[in-house]
């Protein structure tokens, strides 16, 4: 059996070292910021702001993989903005590679302490700079495999239960800032039971298998989880989808499940694998919090049941 080591040692050969890192360069100067886009446009994706309010901005809704942030700038320095990156749960395992003018041991220090990884000195070597930044991304996408393993379900390649609930919050959270809903979808394999006692658990866990990947190929933008949320239920979080577009995607995701046809001998009126369905949705304005939402989704799977299984419920706040 491959270990975790062995495992992270042959994605590290595929993807850390081919990946293109998504680097957001911060500095208030238009002439560094061309500089260091000529030394990386060909290796990586970059993001530009001029200020340290724009950074935090940025990184918080689409955080990227590492920054590159000047330390003198007007308003908010780049040691402020390090400082209040870490704070966050959403943002402090974001690099920061600190660019700077002053060479002194205290300046050195202010830099560690704010919470950087490394500094590099103006005028920048662009041999100096590149090796440093590969060598922290290497280290950024060795962690998110890491994490990525250990928030997988280990039969089905979907996100697990424990992720399931922090990015639940973390999308919550999110929403909240940007006053966008937020939809999440529950589904439960019909009559699962009775399919482990036709067909045996190994192909209990082949079903498994199926459904999920049916779940995943319907549920494609990146922002978008799929878990396993417990047992034969699966679970959609839909961060800036109104109960439309949620609705949608459940209607998808039930059809295709039917349209598997997977043998069923005890299994609702077309003898296949089916799957009840319960979408919700929160807005703003709703007095709610994330345990509520999964609650109201809750409630339309149980009504979905009721009335037949095999079908899509939902409910608006």
Same mark, same amino acid.
């Given at each position: ?8 040692? *042959? ?13 957001? !360069? ?15 446009? =060909? ?5 530009? $702001? ?6 935090l901005d940025f990184c918080q809704s689409t955080p990227p993989d590492l920054l590159l942030l000047d330390v003198m700038m007007p308003q908010?320095?780049? &040691?402020?903005?390090?400082? #209040? ?38 005028? !920048? ?8 930044? +590969? ?12 994490? @990525? ?10 996100? =697990? #239960?424990?992720?399931?609930? %922090? ?16 939809? &999440?979808?529950? *589904? ?7 399919? =482990? ?12 298998? /199926? ?5 995943? /190929?319907?549920? #494609?933008?990146p922002g978008d989880l799929v878990a396993r949320y417990g047992g034969e239920e699966f679970a959609v979080i839909l961060p800036n989808t ?7 995607? $459940?209607?998808?995701?039930? %059809? $295709? ?6 043998? /069923? @001998?005890?299994?609702? =009126?077309?003898?296949? !694998? ?8 929160? /807005?703003m304005d709703a007095d709610l919090g994330p345990d509520q939402l999964i609650e109201l989704a809750d409630r339309q799977l149980y009504r979905?049941?009721?009335?037949? +299984?095999?079908?899509?419920?939902? %409910? %608006?706040?």
């Amino acid at each position: 059996m491959t270990s975790a080591i062995e495992q992270i040692s *042959l994605a590290q050969s595929t993807e850390v070292r081919n990946r293109r890192g998504r680097i957001l !360069v911060v500095d208030d100067q238009p002439i560094n910021i061309q500089a260091i886009h000529q030394i990386f446009i =060909n290796e990586h994706e970059l993001f530009v $702001a001029t200020s340290g309010q724009q950074a935090l901005d940025f990184c918080q809704s689409t955080p990227p993989d590492l920054l590159l942030l000047d330390v003198m700038m007007p308003q908010m320095s780049g &040691l402020e903005v390090c400082r #209040r990156l870490k704070q966050q749960d959403a943002t402090a395992d974001i690099p920061v590679i600190f660019v700077t003018g002053a060479d002194s041991q205290e300046d050195e220090n202010s830099c560690w302490e704010a919470g950087g990884v490394d500094f590099v000195s103006k005028p !920048v070597n662009a041999q100096t700079l590149k090796n440093r930044v +590969r060598a922290h991304l290497t280290l950024k996408f060795q962690a998110d495999l890491l994490k @990525e393993m250990a928030f997988r379900d280990g039969l089905t390649g979907v996100a =697990n #239960r424990r992720f399931f609930d %922090e990015t639940l919050q973390q999308e919550w959270r999110r929403c909240s800032r940007s006053n966008q809903p937020i939809s &999440l979808i529950l *589904l439960d394999i019909d009559f699962f039971k009775k399919y =482990n006692d036709t067909y045996g658990h190994l192909d209990g866990d082949e079903c498994l298998k /199926h459904v999920a990947a049916i779940i995943s /190929h319907q549920v #494609r933008r990146p922002g978008d989880l799929v878990a396993r949320y417990g047992g034969e239920e699966f679970a959609v979080i839909l961060p800036n989808t109104p109960l439309r577009g949620a609705v949608e995607v $459940a209607m998808k995701i039930e %059809e $295709a499940v039917r349209d598997m046809s997977m043998p /069923h @001998e005890q299994g609702v =009126n077309e003898k296949v !694998v089916s799957v009840s369905v319960g979408v919700a949705t929160w /807005h703003m304005d709703a007095d709610l919090g994330p345990d509520q939402l999964i609650e109201l989704a809750d409630r339309q799977l149980y009504r979905a049941k009721e009335q037949g +299984r095999a079908r899509v419920c939902f %409910e %608006e706040t």
